[in-house]
């Protein structure tokens, strides 16, 4: 593992805009950059950075983070890969933690394999380039095919000589082990003489999603039988087929930017594809798709587009890897070819607006397409036919969101003239199927005194958001979970705002000494008993904690929650708060919150408010009142709210004696009257 010092001198050099300015084009905007978003298309700058803060934040997309929020998200590295990435730019020794010998073996090996494969992919690239046999044989192949320099340059593309051994003896030559050149496939050991694996090919270097080489592909060029026409390195400890796409390091951006995928079988059709200018184009290197190639595409987009070629004769088998997709929740489309074509010649024969057009008219929904190959076989067989309306309800069964497998039977049941009732009831049989084989599992599986997720999580922090995602479930349970009850939306948005507002005075001003008043019971020299109140010094983030234990509340938004509780014991392990250090220690599931409520101010850049005479209130002119407003109006919400439920309660039943309820209420409306008082303002409550 990579040293914590490692990571803090990372986050202390790395500076944002030089980060993000290798990927962007940013102009200065005040004390901020602004420039365009490179997660949408947008004409008017919406993306913003800020050096103070050490943040950027993109308004289009909402979203935002620091230096290494960036490169996971624009270059879709994981976090461990985004600090290796930063300390290469800046020259930092990447020290690693403590591990015990086998560890240190392990990391060793991979990080040798990783070396030694790079030094093959530059090594084949030379040899193709450099080399009167490169160029006369494996460079003619490439230009014949039509590829440009630029594109052999971008794939670094290669050729291994024809000599036994070329590769492995320049590779010793130059002290790289052995073992590890066996290990990663590319010399094969004989007990006489080890030999290259790929002599002879035009070679394809398979990259990981952050470019580190993890093997190689190589085609061979003369008409030899015995020999296979395509080569591929063996499974290694870097290397595993089935969690690899050929060209998802240079199609990744692409990807996100188009939001689809396009889907395609060998190592030219993706080149030639990015040729013609369509970047975003993956291969499954001629295996079948597999449920980890799938979830790489899909942390980059929801949309998928399969390509098939012509041939008919493969689309049958080829369908079934759609179920995958469809069980990963992605929306599936499907193009083939004209007969004899695949994407290979069909973009080499077409300029690029033709192909575009092209995949845009002939894409064609899964279900549209699945049905069409299954009734030209069933033909006029009924027998076939109720096996392939099956095979089709088979796949709409695997589709997780409930709209959108009720839209697919509506389509099906058009296509194929059959009763929508029948079809779902057939659905409902295979999920009510599925469920029990899930339940079974969980039981067989199930642990004594495991401790499990509360299924009705009270967290009102519900803004509409997406129902699957923790942060902003609605306040009782999901719909279709016992229990769920539907909250008023202005209920959940007026506290969803106040306890977003108590994260931004914890990030803004925590740190800052201010007088708050604190209010008492004091009894005077007659034992009367009277509030008396008297000026405290406290922290910002003191007050807002002893306020928040004081009634006993937690804040209802588990994400807002999450962080206040990060924020609390960044304070209590820090004798002072610096923003810009706990920003370097954000967690990257806390930094678009974060991010948004920071960049806030910068909106009035991006939208030149004081241009139009506009000046905003800075927020720090009143840090005290805006501290207590906040506290004293959410106390107002909840306790307004505690009003409501007794008086329904009174409603329930009104026969009976509900003196003890009356005088609550009675009790609980001096309180607001109180508050009232305190923010010196009439109070409405909000809970009717």
Same mark, same amino acid.
């Given at each position: 593992? =990579? &040293?914590?010092?490692?990571?803090?001198?990372?986050?202390?050099?790395?500076?944002?805009?030089?980060?993000?300015?290798?990927?962007?084009?940013?102009?200065?905007?005040?004390?901020?950059?602004?420039?365009?978003?490179?997660?949408?298309?947008?004409?008017s700058p919406s993306f913003m950075v800020s050096p103070a803060?050490? =943040?950027?934040?993109?308004?289009?997309?909402?979203?935002?983070?620091?230096?290494?929020?960036?490169?996971?998200?624009?270059?879709?590295?994981?976090?461990?890969?985004?600090?290796?990435?930063?300390?290469?730019?800046?020259?930092?020794?990447?020290?690693?933690?403590? #591990?015990?010998?086998?560890?240190?073996?392990?990391?060793?090996?991979?990080?040798?394999?990783?070396?030694?494969?790079?030094?093959?992919?530059? !090594?084949?690239?030379?040899?193709?380039?450099?080399?009167?046999?490169?160029?006369?044989?494996?460079?003619?192949?490439?230009?014949?095919?039509?590829?440009? &320099?630029?594109?052999?340059?971008?794939?670094?593309?290669?050729? &291994?000589?024809?000599?036994?051994?070329?590769?492995?003896?320049?590779?010793?030559?130059?002290?790289?082990?052995?073992?590890?050149?066996?290990?990663?496939?590319?010399?094969?050991?004989?007990?006489?003489?080890?030999?290259?694996?790929?002599?002879?090919?035009?070679?394809?270097?398979?990259?990981?999603?952050?470019?580190?080489?993890?093997?190689?592909?190589?085609?061979? %060029?003369?008409?030899?039988?015995?020999?296979?026409?395509?080569?591929?390195?063996?499974?290694? +400890?870097?290397?595993?087929?089935?969690?690899?796409?050929?060209?998802?390091?240079?199609?990744?951006?692409?990807?996100?930017?188009? /939001? *689809?995928?396009?889907?395609?079988?060998?190592?030219?059709?993706?080149?030639?594809?990015?040729?013609?200018? =369509?970047? *975003?184009?993956?291969?499954?290197?001629?295996?079948?798709?597999?449920?980890?190639?799938?979830?790489?595409?899909?942390?980059?987009?929801?949309?998928?587009?399969?390509?098939?070629?012509? $041939?008919?004769?493969?689309?049958?088998?080829?369908?079934?890897?759609?179920?995958?997709?469809?069980?990963?929740?992605?929306?599936?489309?499907?193009?083939?070819?004209?007969?004899?074509?695949?994407?290979?010649?069909?973009?080499?024969? *077409?300029?690029?607006?033709d192909l575009v057009a092209y995949l845009e008219e002939n894409?064609?929904?899964?279900?549209?397409?699945?049905?069409?190959?299954?009734?030209?076989?069933?033909?006029?067989?009924?027998?076939?036919?109720?096996?392939?309306?099956?095979?089709?309800?088979?796949?709409?069964?695997?589709?997780? @969101?409930?709209?959108?497998?009720?839209?697919?039977?509506?389509?099906?049941?058009?296509?194929? +003239?059959?009763?929508? #009732?029948?079809?779902?009831?057939?659905?409902?049989?295979?999920?009510?199927?599925?469920?029990?084989?899930?339940?079974?599992?969980?039981?067989?599986?199930?642990?004594?005194?495991?401790?499990?997720?509360?299924?009705?999580?009270?967290?009102?922090?519900?803004?509409?958001? $997406?129902?699957? $995602?923790?942060?902003?479930?609605?306040? +009782?349970?999901?719909?279709?979970?016992?229990?769920?009850?539907?909250?008023?939306?202005?209920?959940?948005?007026?506290? !969803?705002?106040?306890?977003?507002?108590?994260?931004?005075?914890?990030?803004?001003?925590?740190?800052?000494?201010?007088?708050?008043?604190?209010?008492?019971?004091?009894?005077?020299?007659?034992?009367?008993?009277?509030?008396? &109140?008297?000026?405290?010094?406290?922290?910002?983030?003191?007050?807002?904690?002893?306020?928040?234990?004081?009634?006993?509340?937690?804040?209802? /938004?588990?994400?807002?929650? @999450?962080?206040?509780?990060?924020?609390?014991?960044?304070?209590? #392990?820090?004798?002072?708060?610096?923003?810009?250090?706990?920003?370097?220690? %954000?967690?990257?599931?806390?930094?678009?919150?974060?991010?948004?409520? %920071?960049?806030? @101010?910068?909106?009035?850049?991006?939208?030149?408010?004081?241009?139009?005479?506009?000046?905003?209130?800075?927020?720090?002119?009143?840090?005290?009142?805006?501290?207590? @407003?906040?506290?004293?109006?959410?106390?107002?919400?909840?306790?307004?709210?505690?009003?409501?439920?007794?008086?329904?309660?009174?409603?329930?039943?009104? #026969?009976?004696?509900?003196?003890?309820?009356?005088?609550?209420?009675?009790?609980?409306?001096?309180?607001? *009257?109180?508050?009232?008082?305190?923010?010196?303002?009439?109070?409405?409550? !909000?809970?009717?």
């Amino acid at each position: 593992m =990579i &040293s914590q010092n490692t990571i803090d001198t990372v986050f202390e050099t790395a500076r944002v805009e030089e980060v993000i300015g290798d990927f962007v084009n940013l102009k200065r905007a005040g004390s901020n950059f602004k420039g365009l978003s490179p997660f949408s298309d947008e004409r008017s700058p919406s993306f913003m950075v800020s050096p103070a803060k050490g =943040i950027w934040k993109d308004f289009s997309s909402g979203k935002g983070g620091n230096s290494v929020a960036f490169l996971m998200e624009h270059s879709h590295f994981t976090y461990p890969e985004a600090i290796r990435y930063l300390a290469r730019k800046y020259n930092i020794e990447i020290e690693e933690t403590e #591990q015990t010998d086998a560890e240190k073996a392990i990391t060793d090996v991979r990080e040798s394999m990783y070396l030694v494969s790079e030094f093959a992919k530059e !090594y084949f690239h030379k040899t193709l380039l450099n080399t009167e046999e490169g160029k006369a044989i494996g460079l003619s192949y490439f230009k014949e095919r039509g590829f440009t &320099s630029e594109t052999i340059k971008k794939f670094s593309l290669g050729y &291994s000589p024809e000599t036994w051994d070329a590769l492995t003896k320049e590779a010793l030559g130059k002290g790289y082990k052995l073992e590890f050149l066996e290990s990663t496939g590319l010399t094969i050991a004989r007990e006489d003489r080890p030999f290259d694996r790929f002599k002879g090919r035009v070679m394809f270097p398979i990259e990981s999603m952050s470019g580190r080489v993890l093997g190689f592909g190589g085609r061979i %060029l003369t008409n030899d039988k015995k020999a296979a026409k395509y080569l591929n390195s063996p499974e290694s +400890d870097i290397y595993h087929k089935s969690k690899v796409l050929y060209g998802i390091f240079q199609a990744k951006q692409a990807i996100a930017k188009q /939001n *689809n995928c396009y889907l395609v079988e060998g190592y030219t059709d993706v080149i030639q594809f990015n040729q013609a200018g =369509i970047e *975003n184009v993956v291969a499954s290197s001629g295996t079948a798709l597999t449920p980890d190639q799938i979830r790489l595409v899909n942390r980059l987009t929801k949309n998928i587009t399969v390509l098939f070629d012509g $041939d008919a004769a493969g689309l049958r088998a080829s369908i079934r890897g759609i179920d995958l997709i469809l069980e990963e929740g992605m929306n599936v489309r499907v193009c083939t070819f004209p007969d004899g074509e695949d994407p290979d010649s069909f973009a080499r024969k *077409n300029s690029h607006d033709d192909l575009v057009a092209y995949l845009e008219e002939n894409s064609k929904d899964f279900i549209q397409f699945k049905a069409s190959i299954l009734m030209n076989e069933a033909k006029n067989d009924p027998i076939k036919k109720a096996d392939l309306i099956r095979d089709m309800v088979t796949s709409i069964s695997k589709i997780p @969101d409930r709209i959108q497998r009720e839209v697919y039977i509506q389509e099906c049941a058009r296509i194929m +003239d059959i009763s929508e #009732q029948v079809l779902v009831s057939t659905l409902a049989q295979l999920i009510q199927k599925d469920l029990a084989e899930v339940n079974k599992k969980q039981k067989q599986e199930q642990k004594p005194f495991e401790v499990y997720r509360n299924q009705n999580p009270k967290n009102t922090g519900y803004s509409g958001g $997406d129902p699957e $995602d923790p942060r902003v479930g609605p306040p +009782d349970g999901y719909p279709g979970e016992p229990g769920y009850m539907e909250e008023p939306a202005g209920k959940v948005d007026i506290l !969803y705002g106040f306890e977003r507002k108590i994260i931004e005075i914890l990030l803004l001003y925590g740190n800052v000494l201010e007088d708050f008043e604190d209010v008492f019971l004091k009894a005077d020299e007659e034992g009367n008993v009277k509030e008396v &109140s008297e000026k405290r010094k406290y922290k910002v983030y003191e007050k807002v904690y002893l306020s928040l234990q004081e009634d006993e509340v937690e804040l209802s /938004n588990t994400l807002f929650q @999450d962080i206040f509780n990060n924020i609390m014991e960044f304070y209590n #392990q820090n004798e002072t708060f610096s923003l810009d250090k706990y920003l370097m220690h %954000l967690q990257p599931e806390f930094a678009q919150e974060v991010t948004n409520i %920071l960049m806030e @101010d910068e909106k009035v850049v991006i939208h030149n408010w004081e241009g139009q005479n506009i000046f905003p209130k800075q927020k720090n002119e009143t840090i005290e009142q805006n501290v207590s @407003d906040t506290i004293f109006s959410m106390r107002w919400f909840l306790v307004s709210g505690i009003i409501s439920d007794l008086k329904n309660s009174l409603l329930t039943d009104p #026969q009976e004696d509900n003196s003890e309820l009356l005088s609550m209420v009675v009790d609980y409306s001096k309180l607001l *009257n109180n508050f009232s008082r305190k923010l010196g303002r009439v109070v409405v409550p !909000y809970h009717s």
